[in-house]
């Protein structure tokens, strides 16, 4: 039987800056990974322990700088499996009851809970296979056929190649792409401009040549960040991902294939819904450039 004790490393685990919300992103660090961690994991333990979804507000100083959500178990016993994230001064206040709308989130942070509940059922499958937990159904939702494991790879199955540009102008601004709200992976959310890598291509050509054909824009780009994540589309074994990153002068975006395209300054992306691949990247990006600056005044 699945409970709270079991589940608490399994999250502990699971998140980092690609399951953060974004609001968050820019004071998530691997020593406190349960940063801005509580909206899709109180969804999450919900499926998974039952129980009501409980929000409330956050202060600093008798000034409301935030909301936090947890848990409340069948039996009435409050659930906060994320209030460790929490800084001395920061107060967590109040407590309604929210009721959650059947389905999956459709607004911001879907993504991020997507790919959370990926990895906790992933988790739980390959520790505990004997639990009956593995892809529970969500009210108006068809059981999932994501792969029960987060493994990078699976044999004979090569993963999809894919190459995005983490750009920013002269002033710092990154440049994002919203990505349709149909698209299968990331749906609606905030993105780095990119794509597949075709057949005969490198990473990098396919980086300038997706540059070109989203933005119109070139530029000289370097190698930032390779990984392999889980495809949570079902499509392919796993995505091999590959970002690059680069400065350009031209700031005139012309638009390729008429999806929203800006650039946004770093102070903004709280504010915006990134997507998780998107936000693991920029999240290296910009704490990158906060070391090398402090590395520099030491200097």
């Known amino acids: 039987m ?13 998140w980092g800056p690609d399951t953060c919300d974004p609001h968050d992103l820019a004071n998530w660090r691997p020593e406190n990974p349960a940063r801005g961690q509580c ?54 206040t109040g407590g309604a009851i929210r009721r959650r709308p059947p389905g999956p989130p459709l607004g911001r942070c879907r993504g991020q809970y997507e790919l959370l509940r990926h ?7 390959d520790q505990h296979p004997r639990l009956s937990v593995d892809r529970p159904d969500l009210p108006g939702q068809a059981r999932s056929q994501a792969p029960a494991d987060d493994s990078p790879t699976r044999p004979g199955e090569p993963p999809i190649r894919i190459a995005v540009v983490a750009l920013t102008d002269p002033t710092g601004a990154v440049l ?13 959310q905030w993105a780095l401009p990119g794509g597949h890598v075709e057949a005969g291509e490198a990473p990098t050509q396919a980086a300038v040549r997706e540059l070109a054909e989203e933005a119109g824009l070139t530029a000289s780009l370097h190698p930032m960040w390779q990984d392999l994540r889980p ?3 079902g499509a392919a074994s796993a995505v091999e991902l590959h970002v690059f990153t680069g400065t350009t002068e031209e700031t005139t975006i012309s638009l390729g294939e ?6 946004v300054p770093i102070a903004e992306l709280p504010e915006v819904d990134l997507s998780p691949t998107a936000a693991a990247a920029l999240h290296r990006l910009v704490t990158g450039v906060a070391e090398s600056a402090s590395n520099t005044d030491r200097s």
């Open 2 to 14: 699945v409970n709270v004790e079991l589940l608490r490393p399994v999250f502990q685990t699971a």
């Open 39 to 92: 909206g899709t994991t109180t969804l999450v333990a919900q499926e998974l322990l039952g129980g009501e979804l409980v929000l409330g507000e956050v202060h600093v100083e008798g000034v409301k700088t935030g909301y936090h959500w947890w848990n409340r178990l069948p039996d009435g016993t409050d659930v906060d499996l994320t209030i460790g994230q929490f800084h001395p001064g920061e107060i967590v």
């Open 119 to 125: 990895r906790v059922l992933s988790t739980l499958a």
């Open 176 to 188: 994002l792409q919203l990505r349709d709200p149909r698209a299968a992976a990331e749906p609606g």
């Open 231 to 233: 495809d949570l589309t």
């Open 258 to 263: 008429g999806r929203p395209t800006r650039f």
